[in-house]
């Protein structure tokens, strides 16, 4: 299997790649830097520009399946310019595997992937989210997560199994949210924002690269929600990492008016609630490796203590 990826060369495209590889799939990927263009045998680059709509459309040869990630981080400050940035992206990005897909014979291709999030969910302290779901979060990140989907839904035109996997707060030491939920814990200043009540739909980034390839090898369409399990507050989830990460938790809770005074409207992202289900891929079959926050978080820390112990091991045998 051939698989095209865009965004590959982030978090969860360079697990989604390594964990294709080792399956024996091969990845073309696109990249808006021609000096990141690599050529191997299982692993090739190809340049585009979704700004402008360029797009090298040997990218498509051979390929079985498009995975899309491509889009700027939701989690830097939102300036009014960066919002646009933020949806503009998205939609670009879509528009030009669109139009790449209606220059070339697409017969080959029978999947097309998506990421999507779960801030399309409303934020509520009681509900718990499926995929059936039809109301959306009247926030700005409910508002690109809509407007995400529906361009994601154009590709039906070209009769391929069409999935779109809305993913909750990734988990993972090497990026995303993680490192900076734990910084303030490791320097013993850590304290749950907000009220701590509201809900934080969470996923193991080795569970989210399962879910991937599991919806690619079983060719499923529609919605699914890649979280785990087992969802906790914000108060647990500062909790445990402070145990895992063995440091007290000294300080009061931080009131949403002072988040909001030094992230402005950014803010909304660590105070939104969302209880997000996995039933609907659990009953596909998908089995997580990480179901609940200590286990997945105590793996995370050891393994990066493993990876920290090596890296010192070599470079006393380099000294």
Partial sequence: MKVLIAGATGLVGKAITKALQEQGASVNYLTTRKEKIVSSPNYQGFYWNPATGEIDLDCFDQVDAIINLAGASIASRWTQDYKKEILVSRINSLQTLYKGLKKIDS??????????AIGIYPNSLSNFYGENEKSVDNSFVGE??????????????????????????????????????AQPIQNFVGASLGSGNQWQS?????????????????????TYNAVSPNPVTNTKMTKQLAKVLNRPLLLPKVPRFLLKSILGEMSYLLCASQRVSSKKLEKKGFV????????????????????????????????
């Fill in 202 to 222: 969470w996923i193991h980034i080795e569970d989210l690269t399962q879910i991937f390839v599991f919806v690619l090898e079983n060719k499923l369409k529609g």
């Fill in 288 to 319: 997580f490796q990480y179901p609940n926050i200590r286990s997945a978080l105590e793996q995370l820390y050891s393994k990066n203590q493993e990876n920290r112990s090596s890296a010192d091991s070599l470079n006393n045998e380099l000294a």
């Fill in 107 to 116: 017969s080959r291709i029978t999947q097309f992937v998506s990421a999507s």
């Fill in 144 to 181: 690109v997560v809509q407007k995400w989907e529906e361009e994601v839904n154009s590709f039906k035109d070209f009769d391929i199994n069409v999935a779109k996997i809305r993913i909750g707060i990734v988990l993972s030491t090497e990026g995303g949210a993680l490192p900076k939920m």
